[in-house]
């Protein structure tokens, strides 16, 4: 059973910027598509960036050139590097795993087997 964790939110202005951490425990992350997720108040959960065991990313259009996922296979974490945040950006955020690689449809989230607990971004305007 892989648990996630994830780590690095917080509170920060418009314009800035915030990297999210997640540490898959006991299973090597070279294994997994590896995935962010997030949920803004009164919304559905969407997928932001989901990134394949060949090191293909998939970006959600409203994050694309502003987001960056990430994968540090020597310290077995997945990472989501995001600048010039805005208000639409405040969200819960879950990493997400799935096993043997990512599916045809990476950023659906019933595709993903596994989920941390989430991390709480605000972005103040």
């Known amino acids: 059973q892989v648990q996630l964790v994830e780590s690095g939110g917080g509170s920060v202005q418009a314009g800035g910027s915030l990297r999210l951490s997640c540490a898959p425990s006991g299973y090597p992350i070279i294994s997994l598509c590896m995935g962010w997720f997030r949920q803004a108040p009164g919304k559905e959960r969407e997928g932001v960036a989901t990134?394949?065991?060949?090191?293909?990313?998939t970006y959600a259009d409203s994050v694309k050139g502003r987001f960056t996922i990430s994968i540090d296979n020597a310290g077995n974490s997945a990472y989501l590097q995001m600048n010039s945040l805005t208000a639409e950006d405040t969200a819960m955020y879950y990493c997400a795993a799935r096993n043997w690689g990512c599916s045809g449809s990476p950023l659906e989230q019933h595709e993903m087997d596994y989920w941390g607990k989430g991390t709480l971004v605000t972005i103040s305007s």
């Open positions: 990134l394949d065991r060949d090191g293909t990313a």
